[in-house]
Nanobody, 116 residues
Framework: QVQLVESGGGLVQAGGSLRLSCATS????????MAWYRQAPGKQREFVAD???????NYSGSVKGRFTISRDNAKNTLYLEMDSLKPEDTAVYYC??????????WGQGTQVIVSS
């Protein structure tokens, strides 16, 4: 089965940086379109960034210029480099495998807490 396992979350001071990783298995990773979503306490899940098989990327306006999504096909791993973190970035961050057909696959999430 498809498995997505996020890691790298934790506590960081405002202005700091953090890199999230998503280890994947059960799919041909190099052919996937992947995304990061996040959900803050009491709020709906929101789109953060996505990346295609050919490394085309998109970002939400709130993170553009601060976050960088990337992938390492040799390691079947998705990354999210987060710089200049703000308290409002506090959320559970989810790795998502976007399917052309059928349901997307979601990881369990990793907690990011940005303190002021």
């Amino acid at each position: 089965q498809v498995q997505l396992v996020e890691s790298g979350g934790g506590l960081v001071q405002a202005g700091g940086s953090l890199r999230l990783s998503c280890a994947t298995s059960g799919y041909i990773f190099s052919l996937t379109r992947m995304a990061w979503y996040r959900q803050a306490p009491g709020k709906q899940r929101e789109f953060v960034a996505d990346i295609t098989r050919d490394n085309s990327t998109n970002y939400s306006g709130s993170v553009k210029g601060r976050f960088t999504i990337s992938r390492d096909n040799a390691k079947n791993t998705l990354y999210l480099e987060m710089d200049s973190l703000k308290p409002e970035d506090t959320a559970v961050y989810y790795c998502v495998l976007l399917k052309a057909f059928g349901n997307d696959f979601w990881g369990q999430g990793t907690q990011v807490i940005v303190s002021s």
